[in-house]
């Protein structure tokens, strides 16, 4: 009970102040040390500059902290739990948490930004809502709290994807949502995203553009990190209560675009102590030509709308990213996780399609568990790491892996 009753507070939490500011911070030009800001076609300003001048006052008003902690809590099923897996512990030697965003409603992390940003979205006075999605979860996510919402929901998904994808496209439609193909380019997930801009560019008034990832333009990459940011400020709370310390020794997530490891650092990126590891998919080998190894092959670029480290030609061409797991194939990673590896705060470091199909199914068979594939690079990182036995080790566990089946059944190997 009393657990329940600091979650539900009100309250707003020291590091969350809009005015608090660190080394690991965004500033007011929107930049995380050399990276971020906000470089957009000049039709786009109005909308993204409306959402600059607003989204802090809005996120900590009390009557949007009131509604998205009600929301959190029950529609969403938070907090989710902390959860000592024990058989993995002993099979790692050091005390392993699981932080199960896998309970979450829709299967991951990502309905944590949708229901903030459809909020806010009520609170600037919009009525439709457009989202860009590759494999389909960040539109299943925003397609789902539309419905919650009455509002309506435009998804724009590369056509390609859409055929790849399809049990998505469905649970789409289903919740009411229209799903449009990007039939340009590669027909992915940045064809998809052109769309979703160019549509936001002509109906700037009534629509607001719900992105799924600490990416684009400022403050999209602040707010997104300040909506997922409730997973590390359970994991204190929860850590506190089974330790006696709010202190892990390491705080382990998969990055793709990187919210759900920005949502698990949060509140430890000024705890020097904590060690902060990001995973990335090395595909087919970081040096095979088949990855999205991005801070391991990535150079500083400009994508969608930031500054940030990006996977690209000499000349600057975007390469087309490959990993098994369709929510980390993704060219780059947000500006905070760029600035993360270039100060040297958080560790990155590459897994393979291979290494995280092997450590998803080990957790299947040692915990009853049967996580995304995205959350079995996380897992498959541990082995890398050189744990002592007293290390205390927070693995954020972003999603489920019921979306997965089809790819672990044609991986085989269990
Ligand atoms: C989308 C997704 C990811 C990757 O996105 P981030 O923004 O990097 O968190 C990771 N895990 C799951 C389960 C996802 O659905």
Redesign the pocket.
Same mark, same amino acid.
């Given at each position: 009970m009393r657990r329940g009753q600091q979650m539900n507070q009100t309250h707003i939490p020291m590091s969350t102040v809009p005015t608090h500011s660190t080394p690991f911070a965004v500033n007011e030009r929107g930049y995380y040390g050399q990276f971020g800001g906000s470089f957009i076609p000049e039709m786009l300003y109005p909308n993204v500059e409306e959402l600059r001048q607003n989204y802090l006052e809005i996120l900590y008003s009390p009557d949007f902290q009131e509604q998205y902690r009600q929301l959190l809590r029950d529609y969403v099923g938070r907090p989710t739990p902390l959860y000592l897996a024990s058989r993995l512990s002993e099979a790692l030697g050091a005390h392993i948490y699981l932080k199960r965003?896998?309970l979450c409603h829709t @299967?991951?992390?990502?309905v944590n930004n949708t229901v903030g940003q459809i909020l806010l979205a009520q609170r600037l006075n919009k009525k439709k809502i457009i989202a860009e999605t *590759?494999?389909g979860?960040?539109g299943v996510a925003t397609a789902t709290v539309c419905a919650l919402m009455g509002l309506e929901c435009i998804v724009y998904m590369g056509a390609h994807d859409m055929e790849r994808q399809k049990p998505n496209v469905e649970r789409m439609k289903i919740l009411g949502a229209e799903v449009r193909p990007a039939t340009s380019g590669s027909q992915t997930l940045k064809d998809a995203t052109n769309e979703a801009m160019r549509h936001w560019i002509n109906n700037p008034q009534d629509t607001h553009y719900i992105i $799924? !990832? %600490?990416?684009g333009p400022h403050p999209y990459p602040d707010m %997104?990190a300040r909506l997922?940011a409730i997973i590390s400020e359970e994991i204190r709370l929860q850590l506190l209560e089974k330790t006696g310390s709010e202190l892990p020794t390491h705080v382990v997530?998969? %990055? *793709? $675009? @990187? !919210?759900?490891? #920005? $949502?698990a650092f949060y509140h430890y990126l000024d705890e020097p102590s904590v060690k902060l590891v990001a995973v990335e998919a090395a595909g087919k080998g970081v040096s095979s030509g088949q990855s999205a190894a991005t801070t391991a092959l990535g150079k500083p670029g400009v994508l969608h709308g930031s500054q940030t480290l990006l996977m690209q030609t000499d000349d600057g061409q975007v390469v087309e990213p490959y990993s098994i797991? #369709? $929510?980390?194939d993704?060219p780059g990673?947000?500006p905070l996780h760029a600035h993360l590896y270039a100060s040297k705060r958080a560790q990155f470091i590459p897994v393979t399609d291979e290494a995280a199909m092997k450590a998803g199914i080990h957790l299947a068979k040692t915990e009853g568990i049967i996580p995304?594939i995205?959350?079995a690079h996380a897992l498959a990182a541990l082995s890398e790491l050189k744990l002592q036995p007293q290390d205390v080790v927070v693995v954020n566990l !972003?999603?489920?892996g019921d979306?997965d089946l089809e790819t672990y059944i044609r991986w085989g190997g269990y």
């Open positions: 965003e896998d @299967g991951a992390h990502k *590759g494999a979860q960040h $799924g !990832s %600490v990416v %997104v997922q997530a998969c %990055v *793709g $675009g @990187g !919210s759900n490891a #920005a $949502g797991s #369709a $929510g980390l993704y990673i947000g995304a995205e959350s !972003s999603g489920r979306k």
